[in-house]
């Protein structure tokens, strides 16, 4: 399954021993946690004490039928899918039951792999229906507005909860686009300095030679054109909080200033000899390998040490489980009502194909890919063919395990292009190389060069 959720469970339900022992034999196999009963009155039993993700019966059994089976679970369980197993001869038993509400019905007799491709759909179906429970969704993202259901999102939830307690220096890494400003807004606004200014400065974006002066600001006449003294980031952030964002962008120079600003908790303005006290928390990001950069020395271990009294790794989208269809829903939701559209949903190929894509650029590149095909769409689902073509070849294609190094690179590149509408800057970052390591790389595959 190469998942790294918990395992699904699922409760069987069979009057036949033989049955019952291929089902749980076959799902076993498939990574399934699966429990049997041979009667609806056991199942009703064992549900009342247990929680499962499906529910698999047949249809015909002695005393109560499976139907039955599936009416109650659907009353009382709304957060369980149920598939029933029916033979030729009760085609209707069949119809009845996706009325009565079951994510789908298996027919016999069937293949083992008929039977994983079913429960597979029928998990994916219930996933997204759970996710479309508006009534929950106002409690998954009550989490500081950071949406995650995930029980790698719950870490981070956690650790921002301990960060907002103290003042303590924080280091956030991610991915490009996991959320790394909205974890950094999340703790300075729920710890006791939210009533002062959160300032996020981007390290990367501001030229070397004028870092010194925004951050610590400048005297009258400290350097050509500082005509009136000014104040820097770290004075109007006094009593609040600094985002140092893209930290690894900084010059060793830099680093040292930093530094000092952490062990004094003083800051000396370009051009003045005195230096004053700020009272101002740090919280750094970076989507680099620091550590790494630190081996490399081009960042300073003891500005990194420093600076990771708590860090917080925050996981990249394709490690959050269902949280896609979440996020998904989320943003569907946003952008139509911006645009005064009908809600819109997706077709069940067109959710298989979204949750298999590598998402290179994590939650900001599913936000930008659902506002375009909002924007796009005229009906009221969106189909696997409405996304982009990139997604639809590599998305779904399971890695086989005998393609060459270059190729699977290739191809990671061309997705990371894709997903920053080819600005090489960002992808370079992304990938983690130097743009001209990237120019090199994209000189092998012709189609990237047009
Ligand atoms: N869990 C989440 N729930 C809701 N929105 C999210 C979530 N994570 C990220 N976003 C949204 O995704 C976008 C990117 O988030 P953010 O800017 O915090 O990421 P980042 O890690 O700082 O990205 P970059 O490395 O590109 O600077 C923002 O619009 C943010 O609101
Ligand atoms: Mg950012």
Redo the contacts with the bound molecule.
Sequence with gaps: MGEHESRRRILVVDDAPDTLEVLQRNLTIEGYMVITAPGVEEACRILDTETFDLVITDYKMPKITGLDLVRHVRENFKDTGIMMITGYASINGAVEAVKSGAEDYLAKPFTEKELIGAVKRALEKLDARRTLDTGTEKKR?SAY????ESSA?QRVFKAIEKAASTSATVL?T????????????AIHYNSDRKSAPFVPVNCGGIPEGLLESELFGHVKGAFTGAVDSRAGFFQTADGGTIFL??VSETSLAMQVKLLRVLQDKEVCMVGSSRSRKVDVRIVA?T?KDLLGLVRKEVFREDLFFRLSVITIA?PSLRNRGN?IFL?MH??LRKFADELDKPPLRFSDDALRILKNYYWP????E??NVIQRLVVMTDGNVIEAPDLPSLMRSSGIRAPSLNRALGEVEQEHIRNVLASVNGNKT?AS?ILGIDRKTLREKLKDDKSLNE
Excluded at 174 to 182: A, I, N, R, V, W
Excluded at 361 to 364: D, E, F, P
Aim: net charge negative; glycine share 16%.
């Design positions: 993202l507005g950071i949406l995650g999102m956030i991610g991915e490009s686009g996991t959320g790394k400003e909205l974890v950094a807004r964002d893209e990001a989507n925050i949280d996020l989320h943003f650029g994590n939650v900001r599913l936000e960002k970052q």
